[in-house]
């Protein structure tokens, strides 16, 4: 039985239809191969915080739908294999222009509902979790609240960020000969990304936990000459937070592009300050306090990440055993750290870069594939003799590619992103 219908949550939000097609699509399909307990239906889209676009007659949709499937036993390979083929086939019929939409999804047995993680994500499916299909099993989940917040996982929320902007950024704005098509596709990931500084801030520095993009920049507008943490931010800061929802909402861009991308970037940079007091700090000062001091990420998760950390080498180092010695240093390398200074540095090679400060450019580049390196098991190669554009794009590719199983990204998605183009 149906709860929630999924009529009355396209009604309720005036979604397109198209979203209760997809929504009605992928019920059928788990349903039918995973025979589940319950679908919950999370993220932006039982939020009403759901982005698309009217072209026309065209619907274009820049929000993922997210889902947790809860079963009573653990699903077979050969089912999950089943359903991810079907997923792609939906999302391969929708022929959507940009690369940003994706059916998401997690499986969870029946044991596992008391152990979800106290993570923002829990915190968020508890509260605006909509049952399409069985039982209401919201009432499993755990409570959330700022006094069992997994802290290392939100602060990680800054490399997934970070991440994030890079691998969606269009390969012709690079190259400066992006249309106005992805130009407004890179403004949307910038303002979409811009929208987590408040998730992440608002738990660690104000002890404030909110479960909407609106509720936490309205939070902010209103409260933020109250904190201390305000004047660690840009100036802009505030008015930009205003602009990022307002484009999430659908409205229209009036700012450009690369102006919202220095902002977020910078932002970013200033959250990380904050965390690590060092206010004022330079990217060179803040990536070598990364190194040395960290952020916790892994705070509650050591144990769990060492161990694939050590099948990890062991893998890596059979298939370069002359280099084990050498190898052995990276055990002592904070992995996620490492990674968020790679993504800083590529992020304001790329903004000098479009900014017209070419030498700058090159030298944040070095610096980014230096990093890249200390977590590779070989060597960069180089390209020098290619463009910069052509070079920043090779370094991307590489860091998807080598990097997503050190992290445990899904690389494989994330490459089919990094080459989209507009057509």
């Not at 739908?65 to 079963?71: G, K, S, T």
């Not at 996982?153 to 902007?165: A, S």
Request: net charge positive; proline share 3%; hydrophobic share 40%.
């Amino acid at each position: 039985m149906r709860h929630t219908t999924i009529e009355s949550i396209c009604s309720e939000y005036n979604y397109p239809e198209i979203i209760c097609n997809l929504l009605t699509s992928f019920v059928d399909v788990v349903c039918h191969l995973v025979n589940p307990l319950s679908i919950l239906l999370i993220g932006s889209t039982p939020r009403g915080e759901l982005t698309w676009y009217k072209r026309g007659d065209y619907v274009d949709l820049f929000s993922d739908l997210e889902f947790i499937i809860f079963v009573a036993k653990n699903v077979s390979r050969k089912a999950v294999r089943d359903l991810n083929n079907k997923i792609t086939e939906i999302e391969g019929s929708l022929k959507l222009t940009n690369p940003i939409f994706h059916i998401d999804y997690g499986i969870i047995s029946k044991k596992d509902f008391s152990r979800m993680r106290p993570i923002i994500r829990t915190y968020e499916a508890k509260i605006h979790g909509r049952t399409l299909y069985g039982q209401d099993i919201r009432y499993n989940i755990p409570e959330v609240s700022t006094a069992n917040l997994d802290i290392g996982k939100t602060r990680e929320l800054i490399l997934v960020r970070l991440w994030n902007m890079l691998i969606f950024i269009p390969s012709r704005i690079v190259k400066q000969k992006g249309s106005n098509y992805e130009e407004m596709v890179f403004n949307y990931i910038m303002c979409r990304n811009m929208l987590d500084i408040p998730t992440i801030l608002l738990p660690l520095l104000s002890n404030v936990l909110l479960s909407t993009y609106k509720q936490r920049v309205e939070y902010i507008v209103e409260k933020h000459l109250h904190f201390d943490w305000t004047t660690s931010f840009s100036e802009n800061f505030v008015e930009c937070l205003k602009y990022a929802l307002l484009v999430k909402q659908g409205g229209q861009s009036n700012l450009p592009a690369k102006k919202m991308y220095h902002e977020t970037v910078d932002n970013y940079l200033n959250l990380i300050r904050y965390l690590l007091s060092i206010q004022g700090a330079t990217l060179d000062q803040v990536c070598s306090e990364l190194e040395r001091k960290g952020l916790d990420i892994l705070r509650g998760r050591w144990v769990k990440w060492a161990a694939y950390e050590r099948l990890f080498f062991i893998k890596q180092s059979l298939a370069s055993p002359k280099e084990l010695l050498r190898n052995l240093t990276w055990f002592k390398i904070k992995k996620r750290e490492a990674c968020i200074c790679i993504l800083l540095n590529m992020h304001y090679s790329l903004l000098n870069y479009l900014g017209g400060n070419y030498k700058k450019a090159e030298l944040l580049l070095e610096v980014a594939s230096g990093f890249q390196e200390k977590l590779l098991f070989r060597n960069n190669d180089t390209i020098k003799t290619k463009s910069f554009s052509e070079r920043w794009l090779y370094l991307r590719r590489q860091f998807v590619i080598q990097l997503s199983s050190i992290l445990r990204f899904p690389g494989q998605y994330f490459t089919k992103v990094i080459d989209w183009e507009y057509e």
